[in-house]
């Protein structure tokens, strides 16, 4: 029962943080439209939270997350990522520090920066999963254009303006890097650097190899948009069958969680008297280790790549 105070009372606070940020984002908008008609672009009139913002970006752990969401495509300001997962964090050893023992709050301020990078990484495969869900129709808009007798890059330009986002975005970016004097082969670069894949990096290297020496661009970019058509469907069907087992990998972690909060329910304290004793520190280790262990062995099992 106190847990459950607990968790709801943890849960309406990141409510009301998130509420109050994005009201302030959205008086933040407000004052920038109404700065941009009248005129009036005065930085000291900034809200609170966007000068904190300015100045956090500045530092090199803001450049990080900074330049860590634009890869991920999330349209966030790096200090409010910060703060809620500094929030996450404190919850989270909150809880475990009075539901089961003060060494288990410890370990759960890492919990805020372990939530924050899992949180990032897959926005990163997310996005970059779409992307390459959209490769067959880039592919086709590429073909068609050049096929119409426009050159590469103009053809980059009108796929970037077709597509929606995240190709779209990217093939703008690589547009407009070349309109701004960087040659077609370093703006793919930039682009592959960003999207780490093998069906983009086989794509660009289409692109490259037909900009340098020649050759039949429409042929290739038909080609490999049937392949990757293909490739679409075989990736969803092994997804499909290993779902299962993915899932399994994460039941393992909150069996472990789970099982000291039960026993911490049935014997009050227990956790705690465990924890205070070398053999109880050692068990604890020992098990936390093979859950671990058990859990990497099955995400490495059902990781694949095609």
């Known amino acids: 029962m106190v847990l459950t105070v607990l968790l709801c009372a943890i849960g309406s606070a990141l409510c009301a943080l998130l509420g109050t940020v994005h009201l302030a984002a959205v008086a933040a908008e407000r004052r920038r439209i109404a700065a941009a008609v009248t005129g009036d672009d005065r930085i000291d009139d900034a809200p609170l939270i966007e000068r904190a913002n300015r100045r956090f970006r500045r530092t090199r752990l803001g450049q990080l997350v900074e330049r860590e969401l634009v890869l991920a495509g999330i349209d966030q300001r790096p200090l409010v990522v910060v703060l809620v997962a500094a929030g996450v964090g404190l919850g989270a050893a909150y809880v475990l520090w009075t539901a089961l023992a003060p ?107 037909c900009a340098r020496s020649g050759g039949s661009l429409v042929t290739s970019l038909r080609d490999i948009a049937n392949t990757l058509e293909a490739r679409k469907e075989t990736r969803r069907e092994i997804r499909t069958t290993l779902a299962q087992a993915l899932a399994t990998g994460y039941l393992v972690i909150v069996l472990g969680v789970g099982m000291l909060f039960f026993i911490n329910m049935i014997q009050p304290g227990s956790v705690e008297k465990m924890t205070g004793h070398i053999a109880g520190q050692i068990a604890l280790v020992v098990s936390g280790s093979l859950f671990a262990l058990g859990f990497f062995l099955i995400r490495k099992m059902t990781r694949f790549d095609i």
């Open 103 to 209: 060494v288990f709050g410890v370990l759960g301020l890492s919990l805020g920066a372990l939530a924050l990078r899992a949180f990032i990484r897959r926005a990163k495969a997310r996005r970059l999963e779409a992307f390459i869900v959209q490769m067959p129709e880039l592919a086709r808009v590429l073909a068609n254009a050049t096929s119409a007798g426009l050159s590469i890059t103009s053809a980059i330009a009108i796929a970037g303006d077709e597509l929606a986002a995240p190709a779209g975005p990217e093939l703008r970016s690589v547009a407009n890097s070349m309109r701004f004097g960087a040659d077609l082969v370093s703006a793919l670069d930039d682009m592959g650097k960003r999207l780490p894949s093998r069906e983009v990096a086989v794509l660009l290297s289409t692109l490259v190899v």
